[in-house]
């Protein structure tokens, strides 16, 4: 089932803000490598330490199954119409590819600098800055994904929105705004 017109500005966000992290068109391990460095900083880890390796192992593992889920042609890069089509396939049998559980720990992960379980508007709005997004979006996003009255983001709620996120051709789902972005 193709994706809508919606759902394709949705993930193209997704690719080009939090995957195509050196902005070439592609996503490649390099990519993967730079977003270790930007949530390592983020995280106050260092090398070597126990979080910084499981992160280090989290990125690494999805890097390797999102290749070869969606690099069709094999080239060691996922372009915008391979990552598209995956997706596409993804909607269409409603279940995610196997690495997505993993990138959503990895992202909540990240974004809960407290370490509590929870992400707030603080941490949110962190987060999503570091990746290029202004401070004033971040907050508009947060106040539509906590529509329902949340005013933090547990991981349950994490993978629920991130499921609307993904999934949902109706512009008002609360998922649409996980990423930081307040409007398509």
């Known amino acids: 089932m193709p994706v809508s017109d919606f759902q394709k500005k949705k993930l193209l966000h997704l690719f080009h803000t939090f995957f195509d992290t ?18 390592t900083a983020m995280r106050k880890m260092t090398s ?19 290749k070869q889920v969606a690099d069709r ?37 990240a974004e809960d600098v407290s370490g509590d379980g929870k992400i707030d508007e603080t941490e949110y709005v962190q987060a999503y800055t570091q990746f290029g997004l202004s401070a004033d979006e971040c907050r508009n996003a947060f106040k539509k994904l ?21 999934m949902s051709t109706d512009p008002s789902a609360a998922g649409n705004y996980l990423f930081g972005k307040a409007a398509y």
């Open 48 to 66: 070597g330490d126990a979080k910084h390796k499981e992160v280090q192992e989290n990125l690494a593992y999805v890097w390797e199954h999102l």
């Open 22 to 39: 050196n902005k070439n068109g592609t996503i490649d391990k390099k990519d993967f490598d730079m977003a270790l460095e930007r949530v």
């Open 73 to 109: 042609d094999n080239d060691g890069t996922v372009s915008e119409q391979e990552w598209l089509k995956m997706w596409e396939e993804a909607t269409g049998s409603q279940k995610q590819p196997p690495w997505v559980h993993r990138y959503q720990s990895f992202l909540f992960e």
């Open 146 to 166: 906590t529509a329902s009255g949340e005013k933090e983001i547990d991981k349950k709620l994490f993978e629920q929105r991130f499921n609307e996120f993904v």
